[in-house]
C-alpha cells in the first residue's frame, strides 16, 4: 500500500461523522476529515504546535512578585 493510499483509507474512515458532528452537518466530511487528520499529524511530529499544550516548569518565586515585609 502506498502512503497516498494509506491516507486516503485514513481521510475516507475519519469521513464518517460522529455523532456530534452529524448533529450539526457538514458540507464535506471528506474535506473535514483531511483537515482533521492533517492537522492531527502535525501536532504528533511537533508536540508544541497545539496551542496551550507546552508545560511550563517555574517555581512560585518564578510567578509571583514577592511582599515585602513592612519595616
Partial sequence: MTHEQNDQDRVESRAHLLPEEAAV????????ADAILTESDIREDDQ?????TVLE???SDQTVTPIEPPD
Avoid: K, L, V, Y
Avoid at 26 to 32: E, K, L, N, T, V
Avoid at 48 to 52: F, G, K, L, T, Y
Fill in 25 to 32: 452537518g457538514s458540507d464535506d466530511p471528506q474535506a473535514q
Fill in 48 to 52: 508544541n504546535a497545539a496551542p496551550d
Fill in 57 to 59: 516548569h517555574r517555581t
